[in-house]
């Protein structure tokens, strides 16, 4: 099992050490990414338990994990504000938010509005829950979060037409961050993206193939190309290396963002990435 290159005390101690001018991430498995700045914390889509390990354990899609857990959620009380993508569980993990709200009542949980009944029944009806959508944006915690629909194979919406699947512009200072959730690149996804001018994208690279019986991802090619077609300054690849069925090699992803120019890093697992790193000059 891959073992992160930094886990439990000792990503605790990075985290608490780092700080400075600038922004850091933390990639924790998964979807899963921790941004630090200015002393202020959001924890984007954590999955940090064995829930899906357990749930499909004996039938004809086990959730074998690949990299073990970063840390306990509950050691990530000092969050400011959590996001969820959307319902699936690696991004809406009650093993995860339960602990981890225990530990941080009143600790804001940023979802789609479209799924507010469906996150109550899975956590309770205890908590601040801010729902967004399609366009629409909230303040939290000093960040600002701007919802843009996510197409995990389609763009979902509910009978009240509003988005099940949002991806989150997150805003704060000079810097802007995306985070796509599950995504494919459908038609205007990048035209949407380019005009909010975003330092770093985190993208999934798993894709899609019939027989895993889940809902597709962006693959590595896919993910280098919406970030180029974004002017990103910099993409992160995510959603990888967790289960044994549903994972791809990040090297498709670096191969083809080498070939258009895009600027790129790979994370291992319980990694720190710094805004310094940035590269010069924007697309």
């Given amino acids: 099992m891959i073992v992160p290159v930094l886990q439990d005390e000792a990503l605790l101690r990075d985290i608490a050490a780092a700080g400075g001018p600038g922004f850091r991430l933390w990639w924790l498995g998964q979807s899963g990414f921790l941004l630090q700045w200015q002393g202020r914390h959001l924890l984007l889509d954590p999955y940090l338990s064995d829930a899906l390990t357990v749930k499909y354990a004996g039938t004809d899609r086990p959730h074998v994990r690949m990299t073990e857990r970063a840390m ?9 504000a959590v996001t969820c ?11 995860t938010l339960l602990p981890l709200l225990r530990a941080r009542p009143g600790l804001p949980l940023v979802i789609p509005e479209a799924n507010r009944a469906f996150v109550a029944a899975r956590l309770g009806d205890g908590g601040t829950r801010i729902g967004l959508d399609d366009g629409t944006a909230a303040e939290v915690a000093g960040f600002t979060l701007h919802g843009v629909a996510s197409a995990h194979e389609q763009v979902e919406r509910d009978e009240a037409g509003r988005c099940r ?3 989150y512009v997150v805003r704060f200072g000079p810097w802007t961050v995306y985070h796509s959730g599950d995504t494919l690149c459908y038609p205007g996804l990048a035209e949407r993206l380019r005009p ?21 991802n962006l693959d590595g ?3 280098a ?28 992803f670096a191969a083809a963002a080498a070939r258009l120019g895009q600027p790129h890093r790979i994370l291992r697992c319980g990694e720190r990435w710094s805004s310094e790193e940035l590269p010069d000059g924007r697309r």
């Fill in 221 to 223: 090619p896919e993910a």
């Fill in 165 to 167: 699947c949002l991806g």
């Fill in 85 to 95: 993508s959307h319902n699936h569980t690696d991004h809406l993990d009650a093993e």
């Fill in 72 to 80: 306990a959620p509950e050691a990530l009380a000092f969050v400011d």
């Fill in 196 to 216: 909010f001018r975003p330092d770093v994208v985190l993208l999934p690279i798993n894709g899609r193939a019939l027989q895993r019986g889940v809902a597709g």
């Fill in 225 to 252: 190309a919406l970030a180029a077609a974004a002017g990103a300054r910099l993409a992160i690849p995510c959603h990888y290396e967790m289960f044994e069925f549903n994972t791809a090699s990040p090297g498709a």
